[in-house]
């Protein structure tokens, strides 16, 4: 009798041994090497894609009152994101950060639901997703805020590097990406970071009339900040990269930055 139960018992600890393994690679294993595999599939085409036109961004940066300067030797003007709307004509941008992997093209769509779960490509992409522009905002970047999310993944993808902005010392060594539009190669000066929840006001896409509420309410929020208030024009731009962070429950990580003009019209 004994023995039975022993062999019963024994039976129930394998099985559940057996079905803890099992869900352990269904629920981590498996999707973690689906989301690696559209993850090479996926910079295997930006690389195919990428604009032509690129800056040393992280080595010739000069810091001006109104914005960064880019001293670029040489710039070769072409349609910056031809090859890329040939893959996807919803495509509205490029963003490239130095000294992180963010290096990506952004799209949009008709509603922040669809680049959360599919590419570039629009494929489903087992959640990696493609950053994207919230459809709320002008497609040339044109309005006062335009804000820009993506997923934080594992393994650094995506935004994930948007959270090494938290140590102020990183932007100060790292004050510059670039954004490349359908017009041109623009400059981004960062100058904010923030830790604030999904809801909170800085989603907001601010008119005319709400320039002044927006700022109070983004100074207010940022960890930290390089400029002033009083800094911000009616006329800048402000870009805003958005990512989940995990400080808390649904807490966003948001690395503001004003867009100056195009390299050419720097010159």
């Given at each position: 009798m004994k023995t039975r139960i022993l062999y019963a018992l024994l039976t129930v600890l394998v099985c559940a041994g057996a079905y803890c393994v099992w869900r352990y690679y269904d629920e981590v294993v498996r999707p973690e090497r689906q989301i690696s595999s559209a993850d090479t599939e996926q910079n295997q085409l930006?690389?195919?894609?990428?604009?032509?036109?690129?800056?040393?961004?992280?080595?010739?940066?000069?810091?001006?009152?109104?914005t960064t300067v880019i001293t670029a030797a040489e710039t070769v003007k072409t349609t910056p994101l031809a090859d890329a709307a040939m893959i996807n004509s919803s495509v509205v941008g490029w963003i490239t950060i130095p000294d992180t992997h963010i290096d990506?093209?952004?799209?949009?769509?008709?509603?922040?639901?669809?680049y959360l779960h599919n590419g570039f490509d629009m494929k489903y992409n087992y959640e990696l997703g493609c950053p994207f522009l919230d459809y709320r905002c002008a497609s040339d970047f044109s309005g006062f805020n335009s804000i820009v999310y993506a997923h934080h993944m594992t393994q650094q993808r995506m935004f994930a590097d948007i959270a090494l902005f938290k140590d102020s010392e990183f932007m100060a060594s790292n004050p510059v990406g670039q954004l490349t539009l359908h017009d041109g190669v623009?400059?981004?000066?960062?100058?904010?970071?923030?830790?604030?929840?999904?809801?909170?006001?800085i989603y907001q896409v601010a008119d005319t009339s709400e320039h002044e509420e927006y700022l109070d309410d983004l100074f207010a929020a940022a960890d930290y900040a390089t400029k002033n208030k009083d800094d911000i024009k009616d006329t800048d731009r402000l870009l805003l990269l958005s990512t989940c962070t995990y400080e808390y429950k649904d807490a966003r990580g948001v690395l503001v930055g004003l867009i100056g003009p195009t390299i050419e019209q720097q010159e």
């Open positions: 930006f690389s195919q894609i990428k604009p032509a036109v690129t800056i040393p961004v992280s080595s010739t940066a000069v810091s001006s009152a109104e990506f093209p952004i799209a949009q769509a008709e509603d922040n639901d669809f623009h400059t981004v000066s960062f100058f904010a970071y923030l830790n604030v929840p999904y809801d909170s006001m």
